[in-house]
């Protein structure tokens, strides 16, 4: 069973989700809160799996509460399912924590899929999110840690490059078309690279080159 606590400042889109909700067998809504300030309470007493969180919210904002759920709960996933889809708010959001960001108008089926993803540690992004989620930062104002530079070195020529790909926004096929290679190819390269660098999945990797090593081809040339 997933336990799940809805957030969101109105009132009908809570019971909205809560009627979605409960007819999937294996989730269950331990909670409601209205505002980011209660939201962390009602975690802290309902120990729920998955948080949704709104992001615009009185007293307290989604980006503020899933910062500190995150830091406070170690095992609370929250995904965030939102109208806004600003680079600005995808990536606040993703950078306080959120495992997942989703608009209010993802069709019902995807987002029960998207929360069950969620709970098992999956990242999940609405189409054309993730690329705002780790739009380029300046390579100076982010340094990778001794550990993660070693792994980003451990990796060949054309990994790096499938990985600078991928955090584009980038899919296996369109890294094929891309690189002139096979699709199965791209594949390989993907795991191989999640696994040197100890990352779950795409979005991970996007963020991590994005906020440690972006403008490659500025040091290439």
Do not use: C
């Amino acid at each position: 069973m997933i336990r799940l606590l809805l957030v969101d400042d109105q009132t009908i889109i809570r019971r909205g989700l809560k009627s979605l909700l409960e007819l999937t067998p294996d989730f269950e809504v331990v909670g409601e809160a209205e505002n980011g300030k209660l939201a962390i309470e009602q975690v802290q007493k309902l120990k729920p799996d998955v948080v949704l969180m709104d992001l615009r919210m009185p007293i307290m904002d989604g980006v503020a509460a899933t910062q500190k759920i995150v830091e406070q709960f170690l095992n609370v996933k929250v995904l965030v399912l939102t109208t806004f889809d600003e680079e600005e708010s995808v990536s606040q959001a993703i950078q306080a924590g959120a495992i997942g960001y989703l608009l209010k108008d993802t069709e019902p089926d995807e987002l029960v899929q998207a929360i069950r993803m969620v709970s098992k540690g999956y990242s999940q992004m609405g189409p054309g999110l993730l690329s705002k989620a780790v739009s380029p930062r300046p390579a100076s104002v982010f340094q990778l840690s001794p550990e993660e530079q070693s792994a980003f070195a451990s990796l060949t020529p054309r990994e790096q490059e499938v990985l600078g790909l991928i955090s584009k926004g980038l899919n296996n096929r369109e890294i094929a078309a891309e690189l002139y290679i096979a699709e199965s190819t791209v594949k390989n390269h993907v795991t191989r690279i999640l696994s040197q660098l100890g990352l779950r999945d795409r979005t991970q990797a996007a963020i991590f080159i994005n906020s440690g090593v972006a403008n490659l081809e500025d040091d290439d040339g």
